[in-house]
Antibody, heavy 118, light 107 residues
């Protein structure tokens, strides 16, 4: 059973860059798509984007200009970079798996809260 | 983007009740629909996919149905652990989007 763990700063200043890492254990990073999803306080879920182990990415058009997702297969981890953040980017950020041919999210990390504030 | 609209936004029910949550897409999504359960402070948990297929380990009191643009999640007999927020999510075309959630509360 794959397990996911998010890590990164809990506080980011406006206009700066948010960087998070998701560490994968229990299975090879080569078997899944690796997703980032966020949830603002008291609100619903928003899919940010994903990456396949080959490096192929797919981003939500609403965030595409500010997002980069990378994978490091040697470390069994993948990362999220979100540039030029504002208070609207304050959220709990989750990493999650989806499988080839099954683009729903079957395994999730516990989530990491990120606050954008000066 | 395909918009997903859930109803009701919140619902009060008692243990043992049968409840139904509806999810409507802004266009037909050919059963490309998943349902999740989220408890406070926890990550969402996948319940069903392909509109009606139960994820491994999920109790059979959870059922999904629908077609085209309209789908439902039914819990046949509410258990105390079922009180949570439920989200639908389509995966018909990118970007995948979620409904706004239905909060299921104890009456």
């Amino acid at each position: 059973q794959v397990q996911l763990q998010e890590s990164g700063p809990g506080l980011v200043k406006p206009s700066e860059t948010l960087s998070l890492t998701c560490t994968v254990s229990g299975d090879s990073i080569n078997n899944y798509y690796w997703n980032w999803i966020r949830q603002p306080p008291g609100k619903g879920l928003e899919w940010i984007g994903n990456i396949f182990y080959s490096g192929t990415t797919d981003y939500n058009p609403s965030l595409k200009s500010r997002v980069t997702i990378l994978v490091d297969t040697s470390k069994n981890e993948f990362s999220l970079t979100l540039r030029s953040v504002t208070a609207a980017d304050t959220a709990v950020y989750y990493c999650a798996t989806s499988r080839v041919g099954a683009p729903y999210f079957d395994c999730w990390g516990q989530g990491t809260p990120v606050t954008v504030s000066s | 983007d395909i918009q997903m609209t859930q109803s009701p936004s919140s619902l009060s029910a008692s243990v043992g009740d049968r409840v139904t949550i509806t999810c409507r897409a802004s266009q037909g999504i050919s059963n490309s629909l998943a349902w999740y359960q989220q408890k406070p402070g926890k990550a969402p948990k996948l319940l069903l996919y392909a509109a009606s297929r139960l994820q491994s380990g999920v109790p059979s009191r959870f059922t999904g149905s629908g077609s085209g643009a309209d789908y439902t999640l039914t819990i046949s007999s509410l258990q105390p652990e079922d009180f949570a927020t439920y989200y639908c999510q389509h995966y018909y075309t990118p970007p995948r989007t979620f409904g706004q959630g239905t909060r299921l509360e104890i009456k």
